[in-house]
């Protein structure tokens, strides 16, 4: 358009407006004329950073929530024997790495009791039942370890680490929270 109403356009240029409307093919304009929008103003690249921070903060979640290492192994452990039955060694040794040596008897109705190796360490393993609680494994090391205080769910059973009337810790694992309440009042010292 021309800014001066009065001007009239001349007739080379009438010709040649109509000379380049022929020989341009009309549609969309060069991409090169469009503007672009910086990287991090995308709408996918902003999706994308938003799946992978939920995606960061669920594992961070998952790997905060997960036990220690001895923990771990004695979950797989209890999974693997499950179903064994037995006693294969004696009470009174086992009795004594529980922190129960002034008792006779073994708590509850022992199902199994053995030696095992459970990332390399000695571990004295006792499954028993109480009666008002449930099936609980008990695993008490032969050797210091450093295990504090904790408890929590895995891979589908609870689990809890106790210090023993003796101070060393002991592992419990159960797929009922109730039978690790009985087992705690059990098999922790006073103070636990």
């Not at 001349?10 to 341009?24: G, I, T, V, Y």
């Not at 961070?60 to 797989?76: D, M, Y």
């Not at 449930?134 to 891979?155: C, E, N, R, S, Y």
Request: with cysteine; hydrophobic share 40%.
């Amino acid at each position: 358009m021309n800014p001066d109403p009065d001007h009239h356009e001349s007739e080379f240029d009438l010709r040649a407006r109509a000379e380049l409307a022929m020989a341009m093919e009309p549609g969309q304009p060069p991409a090169h004329l469009f503007r672009t929008t910086p990287l991090l103003q995308r709408s996918a690249v902003r999706r994308g950073f938003a799946v992978f921070a939920v995606a960061g903060v669920v594992v961070g979640s998952l790997l905060a929530l997960r036990p220690p290492e001895l923990v771990r192994g004695a979950i797989e452990h209890e999974y693997y024997e499950r179903t064994l039955r037995g006693n294969f060694m004696e009470s009174k040794p086992l009795l004594q790495h529980l922190g129960l040596g002034q008792r006779k008897a073994v708590p509850g109705f022992p199902q199994l009791m053995r030696p095992c190796d459970i990332e390399g360490h000695l571990v004295y393993h006792l499954t028993t039942f109480f009666e008002k609680g449930g099936m609980v494994t008990v695993f008490a090391f032969d050797q210091p370890v450093k295990l504090k205080k904790d408890d929590g769910w895995w891979g589908n059973v609870y689990w809890k680490v106790v210090e023993s009337r003796e101070g060393k810790p002991i592992i419990l694992v159960t797929q009922r929270k109730k039978a690790l309440a009985v087992a705690t009042a059990t098999f922790a010292g006073p103070e636990s």
